[in-house]
């Protein structure tokens, strides 16, 4: 036994799905993926199942599969995407410095600094940021979901746990008289995600158990109600040629929240 699978048991307990043969180990993640939608009930398009599933029909390494943003995505109840966005906006108002440590957004463009293409403020200027978004940074923020953690939160911990959030707006200004200020309005905004779903061999995850209080002789442990599961099972599913990892695509949904979109009144000769 490695180091790093020593550690993982330490972290999350043992490997149950290690002493089955890889076609069982496909059968009780296709029993995981079915039952996601009854660990959260109240989500009317779940995700975590139906990208689950897809990784086990998958037989083309990276294909691109595009999926609709569900509800609970769209709404912004996840605090995680909502933050991101927020930031999103002060890299689009040049409010903060980019992840690169540079700034971006509207100043630069019409104050016409270097790199940028100067902007005459007539028209619409078509901005985007893209910035990794994470559901469950850390062994304690994932246990908080796990145990008390929002329907939304399981469900997207589940699919996709850390993503590429991608904002596109169209932004538009109104010179204020007599003065170098602006009003800067969101004319429209676009969001999209993006992931590759593949699993970590070196990783782990503790998931409800499909199998509990189950009577089926080939049933995993069916005296626990939650199993811990290690990654490495998923890749010798995967080189048995059962699964494959896949590209995510969500599609892009209309921001129309206030509290991301609303207007901003900028001083464009601030110094940068």
């Avoid at 390494?61 to 943003?69: D, H, Q, S, W």
């Avoid at 909502?82 to 540079?102: D, Q």
């Avoid at 626990?224 to 599961?229: G, K, Q, R, S």
Wanted: glycine letters at 6%; aromatic letters at 10%; hydrophobic letters at 40%.
């Amino acid at each position: 036994m490695n180091f790093n699978k020593i550690l993982l048991e330490k972290l999350i307990g043992p490997d149950y799905l290690g002493e089955l043969d890889a076609p069982d180990v496909a059968a009780w993640y296709r029993r995981l993926a079915n039952w996601w939608p009854k660990n959260v009930p109240d989500l009317s398009e779940p995700l975590a199942g139906k990208l689950l599933n897809t990784w086990l029909n998958n037989r083309e390494r990276n294909k691109v599969y595009l999926f609709e943003a569900p509800p609970h995505l769209r709404s912004l109840e996840l605090k995680q995407v909502r933050e991101g966005l927020i930031f999103h906006r002060t890299i689009f108002l040049t409010e903060k410095r980019a992840k690169n440590g540079k700034w971006g957004g509207i100043l630069p463009r019409i104050q016409g600094l270097p790199g940028f293409q100067k902007w005459d403020m007539r028209g619409e200027l078509a901005l985007e940021y893209e910035s990794l978004c994470v559901i469950g940074e850390g062994r304690v923020e994932i246990n908080r979901i796990q145990t008390h953690g929002t329907s939304a939160e399981r469900d997207i911990l589940g699919a996709m746990h850390g993503f590429q959030l991608k904002s596109k707006c169209k932004v538009v200004v109104s010179p204020i008289p007599n003065s170098s200020f602006v009003n800067v309005r969101f004319k429209e905004w676009y969001v999209s995600i993006t992931d590759d779903y593949h699993w970590d061999p070196e990783k782990g995850l503790t998931v409800p158990n499909p199998d509990y209080q189950s009577k089926d002789p080939k049933a995993v442990k069916p005296d626990l109600e939650i199993m811990p599961v290690h990654h490495s099972n998923a890749k010798r599913v995967e080189d048995a040629g059962m699964a494959a990892p896949f590209k995510v695509e969500i599609k892009p949904w209309q921001i129309n929240d206030a509290g991301i979109t609303r207007e901003m009144r900028i001083d464009i000769k601030r110094r940068l």
